[in-house]
């Protein structure tokens, strides 16, 4: 038999799967013991950009088919070393990276600009989203310079800025701003919203949640494995007047469980990054 544990704001659920599609959320509930509670800890950055390392499984002497002989201990083979520059079609480079993010802003007007950006915590300077290799113009398919398309939000307009860089020559060669395009969200976003929802009156379930499976005070989202993605209005049946304006602005819904235990059920609060505030819904 199925069962879920209901506790102040929604569930606590011990061994769980969860997926998330668009923002609907299914819970599958599992029997004790098996794949949820007892997983190792992710991160929200985990699949944002950062780059793994690739292992490779090598048999014993004679190979794991060798009649008679079972396969040997397994290997883990190095990744290959990173240049500082990438050729062709190949990723984006950790040094391109951080450089592509630079070059973005390094006129001085651009600079002055970015200064009055604010990025989702309300701080100094826009909110990197996501930098990614731009496809080859026509006739520089094969050896063309490699460009990077680097993409911020500014909470300050509710803009979505675009830069394209030349990583050859330094320049920026196009820049824009659109208004009501709204990119998935970033771990860093995620966790911005998270902490508003800790520090909003509607997280008291949250950490009283935290507080029954664990018996320790929930104070910050390191204590919390946490992902999820925009709240987006045409996807819902009923939205709250305080969220009308999601879309022009910046909403998130999350789903949250304990490090290594149970799932606890935020998915009834939507954060409206741009007002920074928490609403219930359902």
């Not at 190979?63 to 062709?88: D, F, H, N, V, W």
């Not at 802003?105 to 990614?132: I, N, S, V, W």
């Not at 305080?242 to 939507?270: F, Q, S, Y």
Request: aromatic share 4%; with cysteine.
């Amino acid at each position: 038999m199925y069962e879920i544990v209901r506790r102040h704001l929604g569930k606590v659920v011990a061994g769980a799967a969860m997926a998330v599609t668009g923002t609907a959320v299914a819970v599958a509930v599992t029997l004790p013991g098996s794949a949820g509670a007892d997983e190792a800890p992710r991160t929200a950055a985990s699949g944002a950009g950062s780059a793994g390392t690739g292992t490779a499984a090598t048999g014993g002497q004679g190979g794991p088919g060798a009649e008679g002989q079972a396969p040997g201990p397994a290997a883990l083979a190095s990744a290959p070393p990173e240049g500082a520059k990438g050729i062709g079609t190949d990723p984006l480079t950790d040094d391109e990276l951080r450089r592509a993010e630079t070059l973005a802003f390094t006129p001085p007007a651009a600079a002055a600009q970015r200064d009055a950006q604010r990025d989702a915590e309300g701080g100094r300077g826009p909110q990197h989203l996501g930098t990614e290799l731009a496809d080859p113009r026509p006739g520089e398919e094969t050896g063309g310079p490699r460009r990077a398309v680097v993409r911020f939000y500014d909470y300050r307009r509710d803009e979505l800025l675009t830069r394209t860089v030349n990583l050859d020559t330094g320049k920026v060669e196009q820049s824009g701003a659109q208004r009501g395009v709204q990119p998935s969200a970033h771990p860093e976003e995620l966790k911005a919203a998270l902490k508003l929802i800790l520090a909003d009156p509607l997280g008291k379930d949250v950490k009283a949640d935290y507080k029954d499976a664990t018996g320790r005070d929930l104070t910050g989202p390191e204590q919390l494995w946490f992902n999820g993605d925009l709240y987006r209005t045409y996807r819902e049946q009923r939205v709250p007047a305080a969220l009308a304006k999601c879309g022009e602005h910046r909403c998130v819904r999350l789903v949250t469980k304990v490090l290594n235990g149970p799932w606890i059920d935020t998915r009834g609060l939507i954060v409206d990054l741009s007002a920074r505030t928490v609403t219930r819904v359902g």
